[in-house]
């Protein structure tokens, strides 16, 4: 697949969530000049939330990371800590062509890369560069979101292209040295791709975002059930219809009712309890290009 | 071996640190009396920290479960919140036989039971009960801290005997249900054994803790290094001179220079990067009785 447009100016972000350790740590090391030069590139990092990192929680006030609606971003009104902090970010990466974000994740999704917009799955050079990094290492998978830009509240969105890579299992507010080491390389290849690109051909696969499903809640609202332990650490898994989905306090299984097979992720990430979202199900696609 | 004191009264207590959520929804289950009636016993419940809970976080102003020295409590002009609470929890708990205070930890310890002070392994009562629990699932560990009564922190302490439960690895503010089933079940059999002491013989296993390291650091005092990945999640595995302990964020591997086989646990807790703990060593024990 021919390539057409050029990735030369590139922010690497970490701490866009203060208790993310991995991309605030790999990215103090890129500041630190422990890497090689990129002499075709401009990369540039950016710690993102540096108030919530001093603090080692997800936020200050709110989630920094669903603060990039340009409407929000257009909204001088809006006065909150990480509302603010939303506005100069997009100041300062406008123009970038490539954003990468950096994110852990307590769900088993291995060196997940998200892609927020449709933008990278229509062009054909962001599909090279994701089949090859697919080729050096197997266990990357492809999250489609398919978010308008516009609509993005997402940090990477604010590049021309956006990745956010998303690693874990790992415990908000510490570090795993293996999955740590591994984004490290993972980040390297995509600099390594940008330098030299590559008209490649294959088959992409990927998943792609459907919806996300609560936890089972009692008549006050609170949480009554806990993902089954046979679905826990299962993302990417297909999921059939009567598979187990819950375990509720008293016992009781819950099934999964879904027709069709479906392919679940971010199964009990730490952070989406609060926004309702005990997992999300996705579809496994295949792009031949 | 005989018993000769009585345990009836007895507090369970969950929330003592607010994201530790395997704590808080079993002590909420127990006050929906979702258990079987225990005629023999008075079972209370306690959730520790509500307001620690309501913002799932570990604490508000103070780690809770460092207020419990016998000195602070005495001091009444210690006035954060959770030194407050303190207060008002050890005169609630004074007269109790046995606080069992729940916890979790993102270290891989499967079902710890920590004694804080000296009195459990001292007791032949204690002693019986911790080698009935461990015949009764071979996933427990026992983990002996040897603080006296007066000199320790922690809210199990309160109690005449302390039984801490230690349950991991989990990422606080989540559930892991397979680990929260066998918790519930290790309660339920500590119950039965108070209900019904037995007068038993044997060797106990358990592990005696010796001191703690720190992460290695950098002259500003920031983490330079990440548990190695040949030590991660290898909780209660012997640890000889030479293995890998750390990995420096530049690459390089820091090596245990402790003589002697040592067996490490807590071994990367989120909570303890605050505290300057990277790991904890023991020795490993039996007791012959």
């Known amino acids: 697949m021919k390539n057409n447009i050029q ?6 972000v970490g701490g866009t ?7 605030i740590h790999l990215v103090k090391n890129r500041q630190a000049n422990r890497y090689k030069n990129r002499d075709k590139l401009n990369v540039k990092t950016l710690l993102a939330n540096p108030l919530a990192i001093e603090a080692n929680r997800r936020y200050i ?12 971003l257009n909204d001088e009104s809006l006065s909150l800590k990480e509302q603010k902090q939303a506005r100069e970010i997009a100041q300062e990466l406008g123009g ?38 697919q080729k050096k290492e197997p ?46 390389a993972l980040i390297e290849h995509i600099l390594d791709f940008l330098e030299e690109p590559q008209a490649l051909s ?11 499903l ?12 806990m993902i089954h332990p046979d679905l826990q650490g299962r993302d990417y898994q297909p999921l059939k219809p009567g598979d ?24 009990n990430e730490q952070a989406y309890y609060e926004k309702g979202v005990a997992l999300t199900f996705t579809k496994k696609e295949q792009l031949i290009f």
Chains 1, 2 share one sequence.
């Open 214 to 225: 609560d936890y089972p809640r009692d008549e006050s609202g609170e949480i009554c059930a």
């Open 139 to 184: 266990q990357v998978y492809i999250l489609n979101r398919s978010l308008s830009a516009n609509e993005s509240p997402y940090l990477s969105s604010l590049g021309k292209q956006d990745l956010a890579i998303e690693v874990g299992p790992v415990p908000h507010g510490t570090l795993y040295a293996e999955l740590f080491v591994k984004t490290e």
């Open 17 to 23: 969530h203060g208790n993310e350790l991995h991309g």
């Open 244 to 267: 187990p989905l819950f375990l509720k306090f008293d016992g009781e299984t819950i099934a999964n009712e879904q027709p069709g097979t479906l392919w679940p992720v971010f199964i």
């Open 202 to 212: 294959g088959t992409l696969t990927y998943y792609q975002h459907l919806f996300s």
């Open 61 to 72: 006030e709110t989630d920094l990371n669903r603060c990039f609606k340009l409407e929000d």
């Open 96 to 133: 970038q062509d490539l954003v990468i974000d950096l994110h852990n994740t307590t769900a088993n999704m291995g060196l997940t890369i998200i892609l927020l917009t449709d933008r990278g799955i229509q062009d054909p050079f962001m599909v090279n560069l994701l089949f090859y990094l």
């Open 7 to 12: 990735v030369k100016h590139i922010t690497i």
